[in-house]
């Protein structure tokens, strides 16, 4: 996703073995917000209007991205996991419904592949092939996916205190874990689903991420520390490669990367060399890990994305954040 000079959110696709680009433009109030891999040859993508309001969620196939199809038109959608061993299947969470004055909704599995009409307002029962129900006893405050992008967590709030429960996808039940959404703030579950990822603060050492068992709610022994800055709202990285977490960028006073992994850090010393003035951000890696994509963005870079090779050792630009700035001096 990157702005053009009129500040409107657009969609590029790269292909990297030739970095021929394919393109789908936002127009008018409304922009391209986000997108998600549904496999190597669809996308999701989500648009808003006037840079405020959700609207809706479409399907694209690469190589005709301009035919696009509308899964709903209206509602304030997320997507919660898209599950690998169902090809074309998406969970999606109504936040706010449209046509009920902006309540929440369902949790529903759709199939992308079908659709009852191109125009449609919202997905229809042709579309969705299965609702979740959620754990009783509190409003649902979130929805959460394994790394597989099945269903796997919900969060609930009653009586101001939240509560976390876990699904049991052979029952089709929820039991609430012993893990307290209260005191620890919870990021993603483990490539092993019986743990997820949590940041803990105490006054004595400050934020920590540590590994905490849902079943028992025992909390392992912090990877990284910082007494000053809450790590919660960063992104962790996972290597299907080494079956583990590699690591974590959060915000300080500019953004830091803490690496886990060898590979991962040697990755980014090779970037953070050939670019010491720019702040350099992984966006995405193969799984493989042999190729990584970054941000690099800094004082004299408004932004570009560029692809390592890590094996050899090259780095090249994919695009440019500001392509109409970037030959200018500042």
């Known amino acids: 996703i990157y702005s053009d000079e009129h500040d409107t959110g ?3 696709v790269f292909e990297l073995t030739n970095n021929k680009p394919q393109g789908l433009r936002g127009a008018g109030d ?8 549904l496999d190597d040859s669809h996308l999701l993508f989500n648009i808003t209007r006037e840079k405020i309001y959700s609207w809706g969620l479409y399907a694209a196939t690469i ?5 696009f199809e509308t899964i709903n038109a209206y509602d304030a959608l997320k997507i919660i996991g898209i599950p690998r061993k169902r090809p074309g299947r998406v969970l999606v969470w109504t936040v706010q419904d449209a046509h009920d004055y902006g309540q929440p909704g369902e949790l529903n599995e759709l199939d992308t592949t079908r659709f009852s009409s191109r125009f449609g307002s919202s997905h229809t029962a042709d ?13 649902v405050l979130d929805w959460l996916a394994n790394q597989d992008g099945e269903l796997a967590l919900c969060v609930t709030g009653a009586n101001g205190q939240a509560h976390l429960h876990r699904y049991q996808r052979e029952k089709r039940i929820w039991l609430e874990t012993k893990f307290s959404p209260n005191d620890n703030k919870p990021m993603e579950l483990d490539l092993d689903d019986r743990f997820i990822w ?29 007494p000053h800055y809450d790590m919660s709202n960063g992104r962790l990285y996972f290597s299907e490669h080494e079956h583990r977490l590699v690591g974590i960028t959060y915000l ?8 886990f992994s060898k ?3 040697s990755a ?11 702040d350099n951000i992984l966006v995405g890696h193969d799984q493989a890990d042999e190729s990584f994509l970054y941000h690099l963005s800094g004082s004299q870079n408004p932004g570009s994305y560029e692809l390592l090779d890590l094996e050899k050792k090259t780095l090249r630009v994919i695009a440019h954040s500001a392509p109409w700035l970037k030959d200018h001096v500042f």
């Open 30 to 37: 409304f922009d391209i917000a986000a997108f998600h891999w």
């Open 198 to 226: 949590v940041v803990t603060h105490t006054t004595q050492e400050g934020y920590a991420l540590r590994r905490c068992e849902l079943e028992s709610g025992k909390l392992e022994d912090p990877v990284c520390t910082d």
């Open 127 to 139: 579309t969705i092939v299965r609702s979740y129900s959620p754990p009783k006893g509190g409003a």
């Open 263 to 265: 590979r991962f850090a």
């Open 63 to 67: 190589g005709s991205l301009q035919r």
């Open 268 to 278: 980014q010393a090779t970037v953070d060399l050939h670019s010491p003035d720019t």
């Open 10 to 12: 657009n969609l590029l």
């Open 252 to 259: 300080q006073r500019k953004p830091l990367t803490v690496w």
